[in-house]
């Protein structure tokens, strides 16, 4: 059951920090997880969740690699990588077969979902990254899991993430150097989605929006699928920057003082109730001279762009048609969410939409990492994901089947399986495989279907 191919890596490139993360399922009934390994680095070569220097970027995750293995003697089976936003497309596609022993099976999944990938449209210079089912029909019946029901034909709609070509060549590129060659894709808020929702969010429906360091991600999670993910190139690095350029003031001392009065609450203008109504800011040109500015001065510039940065997502999801059926609302995350008052500003600015704060549980381990610390979303996601806890069916950016785990259940692995046989010829060829994970269709059968501080520094 303990073999290699259970030992993951997951490795998150974020704009603030880079994580490295070794773990492995415990086999037990409630599917805990054992973190095996952790590193961190300061993330150099990204801006925006684009790598900007692939040198840099080796580098950084080089030594957050080698940190994680310290205490690591197992040999890594697959490796797991966040992919930003900033790269990605979202399309919707469906696709059916026909079910000849009149019972839908894991091979009957994959099909229907690879001929649903197969009608897709996607851009030449793009790459899967996922395909997740938005539903499937079993003769027309819409149905949550088609796995071992009647019927005589399965139809699959689903919605694909597909990603620049060039920017998962060049993340394997860094990790071929120390000899990674197995490695999939995560979207990074579809991670994080995954790390902070409960079961009742999934089943309604919840926004998750991921505030970054220099970028925000967010998506429409429903049951065990994303209807929609955006991406907008703004995150509490702005912030800083804005009290630099606005205050005439060094980058670092803007930073002091975002993390030491960056709050949307607190009552600054009403007459020193709060503490000193001013503060002492040093100057760009005279770093020994300090500037007196009004605290509501500070708050005014900082609530300018956090509102700016969340009526740009509202107009994302109000023009995708998305604002007027949320479920169970809008769920913050990421660093920016420690922001006092953003929980309130967001209120304010969806109207009647719930709004919560969430970050993901702790995961117990030696290494004195907080994992339940809302910039952790994408990283305790990712590695969710890679032991197969909280998804669905879907295909992977391998194009491979991978299935949903139930408690005590042996978690999916991402190894190749063996050569599929093909099934006899007939009306609807078949590939026949282990039910862990399936190979993609042949090309040739594919067209027929229907065409504070540390805590705080992950803002930026």
Excluded: C
Excluded at 311 to 324: I, P, R
Excluded at 358 to 379: G, Q, W, Y
Excluded at 436 to 452: A, F, R
């Amino acid at each position: 059951m303990n073999n290699t191919n259970d030992i993951f890596l997951t490795i998150n490139i974020g704009s603030s920090v880079t994580s490295a993360v070794i773990s492995k399922p415990k086999y037990d009934l409630d599917n805990s997880i054992e973190i095996l390994g952790f590193g961190v680095q300061d993330s150099v070569g990204v801006n925006k969740g684009l790598i900007t220097n692939i040198e840099d970027v080796s580098r950084t995750i080089k030594d957050a690699i080698l940190q994680a293995k310290e205490s690591v003697t197992e040999t890594i089976g697959t490796t797991v990588v966040s992919i930003s936003g900033n790269y990605t497309r979202g399309i919707k596609a469906t696709g059916y077969v026909t079910i000849p022993n009149g019972l839908v099976s894991e091979t009957d999944i994959n099909q229907a979902m690879q001929m649903a990938l197969s009608n897709s449209i996607i851009l030449p210079d793009y790459d899967v990254v996922h395909v997740i089912p938005l539903f499937f029909k079993v003769d027309d019946q819409e149905v949550e899991n088609p796995f071992n029901m009647n019927g005589s034909k399965l139809e699959a709609s689903v919605y694909i993430v597909t990603a620049k070509r060039n920017a998962l060549i060049n993340i394997k590129s860094a990790l071929r150097i120390f000899g990674i060659d197995d490695v999939r894709f995560v979207l990074d808020s579809y991670a994080a989605s995954l790390a902070v929702l409960d079961e009742q969010q999934k089943r309604i429906g919840a926004v998750v929006i991921n505030l970054g360091a220099s970028t925000t991600e967010f998506v429409y999670h429903k049951g065990n699928s994303i209807i929609y993910n955006g991406f907008i190139p703004v995150g509490s690095k702005n912030i800083t920057n804005d009290l630099s350029l606005m205050l005439n003031t060094p980058l670092r001392t803007a930073e002091k003082i975002k993390i030491e009065y960056g709050s949307l609450i607190k009552d600054y203008f009403g007459n020193g109730e709060v503490g000193p109504s001013n503060v002492g800011v040093s100057q760009i040109n005279d770093e020994e001279y300090f500037k007196e500015f009004p605290l509501g001065h500070i708050q005014t510039i900082i609530h300018a762009r956090v509102e700016e940065l969340l009526v740009l997502v509202k107009n994302e999801l109000k023009k995708n048609a998305l604002l007027d059926n949320i479920g169970s609302g809008i769920v913050l995350t990421g660093g920016m969410s420690q922001l006092g008052g953003i929980k309130e500003l967001t209120k304010n600015i969806f109207e009647k939409i719930p709004v919560t704060v969430s970050a993901p549980k702790n995961l117990p381990n030696s290494f004195r990492v907080s994992f339940d610390e809302p910039h952790m979303a994408t990283v305790v996601g990712l590695i969710m994901f890679a032991l197969g806890m909280n998804r669905g069916y879907q295909l992977d950016s391998s194009k491979k089947l991978i299935r949903p785990i139930r408690k005590g259940q042996v978690n999916d692995k991402f190894i190749t399986p063996p050569t599929p046989h093909i099934g006899q010829a007939g009306p609807d060829m078949r590939i026949r495989t282990n039910d862990t994970i399936l190979d993609p269709l042949p090309k040739d059968k594919k067209k027929k279907g229907l065409g504070l501080w540390k805590k705080i520094e992950e803002w930026f």
